[in-house]
């Protein structure tokens, strides 16, 4: 069955660190890109950082860039995104997604989300 | 960046009946642009891609239209398992984005 299982999310002060992961099973990983999604309470989707199958290709949103480092382990079929710099405005469920086929594609697999709060 | 917006923000429809969401891009994205459904406390879903194409087990129900600016998602006869928010999402340009979402309720 095709999985992606985040974690990592919690709370955590301004100005702190975060490192989420997403564990993917049941497809070939390094041969789809990846990307983060998140969604602030009561808020829309916002694509946060995207990366190619191989890991030498990475994208950022403005909002985070400089901030967030998205990389993957693709002998681990795992998917991460550290976090530093976090701000309040970075509080939002995170989901991890897969690319249908291209990069950039459709987001045809998401993961169930992990909330991350970031307060005093 | 390629700002999309969604019309109207809140759809009121009754069972059975149609439902017509807009989509509108700030510049072509050609047909680079992916439908999703979001049920509350869930993960989105993935409905069409590539502008008209159903994703893998949608019902035909949903339809789905346009290229370049403009985008349309058409629910020809609403279920209960459709009252929904739906978000269309570009990624034809980086940054990729997404609208702002539609609520389709009960009316």
């Known amino acids: 069955e095709v999985q992606l299982l985040e974690s990592g999310g919690g709370l955590v002060q301004p100005g702190g660190s975060l490192r989420l992961s997403c564990a993917v099973f049941?497809?070939?990983?390094?041969?789809?890109?990846m990307s983060w999604v998140r969604q602030a309470p009561g808020k829309g989707l916002e694509w946060v950082s995207g990366i190619s199958g191989s890991g030498a290709s990475t994208h950022y949103a403005d909002s985070v860039k400089g901030r967030f480092t998205i990389s993957r382990d693709n002998s681990k079929s795992t998917l991460y995104v550290q976090m530093n710099s976090l701000r309040d405005e970075d509080t939002a469920v995170y989901y991890c997604?897969?690319?249908?086929?291209?990069?950039?594609?459709?987001?045809?697999?998401w993961g169930q989300g992990t909330m991350v709060t970031v307060s005093a | 960046e390629i700002v999309m917006t969604q019309s109207p923000a809140t759809l009121s429809v009754s069972p059975g009946e149609r439902a017509t969401l807009s989509c509108r891009a700030s510049?072509?994205?050609?047909?680079?642009l992916a439908w999703y459904q979001q049920k509350p406390g869930q993960a989105p879903r993935l409905l069409i891609y590539?502008?008209?194409t159903r994703a893998t087990g949608m019902p035909t129900r949903f339809l789905a239209s346009g290229s370049g600016t403009e985008f349309t998602l058409t629910i020809s006869s609403l279920q209960s398992e459709d009252f929904a928010l739906y978000y269309c999402?570009?990624?034809?340009?980086?940054?990729?984005?997404f609208g702002g979402g539609t609520k389709v309720e009960i009316k």
């Open positions: 999402h570009q990624y034809n340009n980086w940054p990729l984005t």
């Open positions: 997604a897969k690319d249908r086929w291209n990069d950039p594609d459709a987001f045809d697999i």
């Open positions: 049941g497809f070939p990983f390094s041969s789809y890109a």
């Open positions: 510049q072509s994205v050609g047909s680079d």
């Open positions: 590539a502008a008209s």
